[in-house]
């Protein structure tokens, strides 16, 4: 591995008065080849290159005619798997609306979840809390799709706005503070953490989830960019080589939490980097709309690093902008070159990488795909290789900016004190740059840094607590922990068991005891194997009251819940564990709508059922029976079968529906409740007021109420 120059180290507090440093204290992430940050840490330093043909079913409808310009069209790219499975249920959103919804929206909620989840943060905890979220995003693919298609749903109007990207999050967690998207074309997802970042400091938030989402649907968009050239035809971005010929596109999500540096070690979180400052300009008044300017580059560079307090000497690798293409490569090295490479030792060039050559260019989430990549870099303390990069060309002489592209050919390492910097750069002309630091580590009261101690790392008895909305999830949940390489020359199962009693508990549970590794890979055998409760061989006839203690809390949670009890059980002083395995969320397949296939007659509408034959199937049912049992659960099912359709639920999968459940606990909002009013309307012909859906908010105190009125009726 080869030894970088350790530059001066900052003083203690390292950022300017007033530029509060921000923690990144969670990830998440789905990128192509990779479902979380472990596997796509892994893929960036086995040099794996993600990039490759379209899936099956993708890119097959266009909602426009083909462009009539004759050109092998471009069909690869790097993509991600199931954008259309989302676990609906678990956020308690039905199928009908779900349907109609971004699948861009769909996939951030899973993220965000996974995310927190990461940061060991509970999310019930943060309902009313001044927390904030910021997503970047651009692509407009699936409100397209959706109004050429021609089915229009009312579920729709929100399913495709692009602010519901933030909006979403924010209504399901129950967050109170701000809640935005940032669209500044290739840098928004950095721009997005730049925003959040200015929030943190002003106070208009306590915390935040910082994202950025981009899913490729269309060929059309495609199309459309390699109409200027933008492309490269053999799919794969070249940063700073000879042999650029533009990027591939790409897709994927991710989330970061953000927090501020002194709430976090107050918090005692872990912090995978430190955010110590941002900036972002425009390149306006430059030769034309599409063209960078080097001075705008270097100067956003500059006001990042006078943010941060640091130098361009301090600054050890930079994750590059990075496109590939002939004409943006040659104005960010010239950039790099007078803010950071000349300003550093000849025998030290600046070190510089693109993420976008592993996973292609994730246009409006590439920022936080750099951005990710960049906290892992200073999480693991190595920097992965830059593929496709073997010569640069002539016009962009590296040597003499005094950059290295990190390459393949040898390990390279981060100087202790070196901060890391990451690019982002719209083609409106908004670039961002930030600038990372590695986490200050644990700290003592007087401030100095301290490690953990052997003892620390000693076995402890404890107790693993998993849970899930169905059986199922627990079980994937307990596999994904077998799978899992643990730290464990860094932390304890008591860590571990601590982390986990941080999530949200589920309705099925489960608990694993032990004292040590070996123990809690048995019972997470046996968990997997069926157990609810996993005790190791001979537990209570070794261990005395304290074991049968923890017999006796793991018992209690597996039967009848109650995480704080575990939670206080477990103590203090146990650290957050990164990096475990997260949700396994279950995968419902949900087809959104599409173009025709082809233009064609629109066909004749399906005459209408007369009203009163729906009334009669209903009325006529329920007065051949006597039994006031009997007419009630014809009522019952009458409004089961009802609700259950316009909800867009069916079939043998469909929503088992309890007639003791509130509406709001269905997933039925106020609009589909006016809806349900218009059925019983046609098919009883009692007019029931708005209010009436509200005063009886379940299947059976509604069916009580309509069986009334209708005797009334018929009395």
């Not at 490479?341 to 260019?361: D, E």
């Not at 509130?662 to 209010?691: H, I, N």
Request: charged share 20%.
């Amino acid at each position: 591995m080869t030894a970088r120059t350790q530059q001066p180290q900052p003083a203690p507090g390292y950022a300017e008065p007033g530029a509060a440093p921000m923690a990144v204290i969670g990830l998440s992430c789905r990128f192509p080849g990779a479902s979380d940050p472990g596997e796509f840490w892994r893929n960036l330093m086995s040099a794996a290159d993600s990039v490759g043909s379209a899936p099956p079913g993708r890119w097959e409808e266009r909602v426009g005619p083909a462009p009539a310009e004759p050109r092998t069209p471009i069909r690869h790219g790097g993509f991600i798997e199931g954008i259309d499975e989302f676990d609906a249920r678990f956020f308690g959103i039905v199928r009908r609306e779900a349907e109609h919804m971004d699948p861009q929206q769909r996939l951030l909620l899973e993220l965000a979840w996974q995310a927190l989840e990461d940061a060991a943060v509970p999310a019930h905890n943060l309902r009313a809390t001044r927390w904030g979220v910021y997503v970047g995003a651009c692509a407009d693919d699936f409100k397209t799709q959706y109004f050429a298609s021609g089915r229009l749903d009312r579920f729709g109007h929100m399913g495709s706005s692009r602010s519901l990207l933030a909006g979403r999050i924010s209504h399901h967690l129950g967050l109170r503070g701000p809640s935005e998207v940032i669209d500044t074309g290739q840098s928004s997802s950095l721009c997005a953490l730049h925003r959040a970042v200015a929030s943190l400091r002003l106070g208009e938030c306590d915390a935040a989830l910082v994202a950025g989402v981009n899913l490729n649907l269309l060929p059309d968009v495609t199309d459309q960019i390699q109409l200027w050239g933008g492309l490269s035809p053999d799919g794969r971005c070249r940063a700073f080589d000879e042999h650029a010929n533009g990027y591939v596109r790409a897709e994927g999500g991710g989330v970061v939490v953000l927090k501020p540096l002194k709430a976090a070690v107050r918090d005692g979180d872990h912090v995978y980097c430190v955010v110590r400052g941002s900036a972002t300009n425009n390149d306006g008044g430059r030769a034309g709309l599409g063209v960078p300017s080097p001075d705008a580059q270097r100067e956003v560079i500059e006001a990042a690093h006078r943010a941060a307090g640091v130098t361009g000497a301090s600054v050890g690798y930079v994750e590059l902008h990075g496109t590939g293409t002939p004409v943006g490569d040659p104005v960010e090295a010239e950039a790099l070159g007078e803010a950071i490479g000349r300003r550093r030792s000849r025998t030290a060039p600046l070190l510089v990488g693109s993420v976008k050559s592993n996973i292609g260019h994730l246009e409006s989430a590439a920022g936080i795909a750099g951005l990710i990549k960049a906290c892992l870099v200073l999480h693991h303390g190595k920097l992965p290789p830059t593929l496709h990069h073997h010569r640069s060309p002539e016009d962009l002489p590296l040597a003499d900016l005094n950059l290295r592209v990190v390459g393949a050919d040898r390990e390279e390492s981060l100087g202790t004190d070196e901060v890391v910097g990451v690019s982002s750069f719209g083609m409106g002309g908004t670039n961002v740059h930030v600038v990372l630091a590695s986490s200050p580590g644990a700290t003592d009261p007087s401030g100095r840094l301290v490690s953990p101690t052997p003892s620390e790392c000693a076995a402890l008895d404890t107790v693993w607590c998993l849970s899930g909305r169905t059986r199922e999830a627990v079980r994937s949940l307990a596999r994904a922990f077998l799978e899992h390489s643990f730290p464990m020359e860094r932390c304890t199962v008591s860590d571990v068991a601590w982390s986990l009693a941080q999530r949200d508990e589920g309705e099925h549970r489960v608990a694993v005891v032990g004292g040590c590794w070996d123990q809690m890979r048995d019972g997470l055998l046996k968990i997997v194997a069926g157990h609810d409760l996993a005790i190791p061989a001979d537990w209570l006839h070794n261990g005395g009251a304290e074991r049968t203690a923890w017999v006796a809390v793991a018992g209690t949670y597996a039967t009848h819940g109650d995480i704080a009890k575990v939670a206080d059980r477990l103590g203090t002083g146990l650290h957050k564990v990164p990096g475990l395995p997260t949700y396994p969320f279950e995968r419902d397949t949900f087809h959104g709508p599409t173009p025709p296939r082809s233009v064609a007659p629109t066909p004749e509408p399906t005459p209408a059922v007369p009203e009163e034959a729906l009334t009669g199937s209903l009325l006529d049912g329920r007065e051949q029976t006597a039994d006031p049992s009997e007419r009630l659960w014809l009522i019952r099912s009458f409004l089961e079968r009802e609700l259950l359709d316009l909800l867009g639920e069916t079939g043998d999968e469909c929503l088992r529906v309890d007639p003791d459940s509130t509406f709001k606990d269905l997933g039925v909002d106020s609009m589909s409740l006016l809806e349900l009013q218009d059925r019983l309307a046609a098919a009883t012909a009692v007019e029931l007021p708005e209010s009436a859906l509200f005063d009886h908010p379940t299947i059976n105190d509604l069916a009580a109420h309509l069986d009334t009125e209708l005797e009334a009726l018929r009395g």
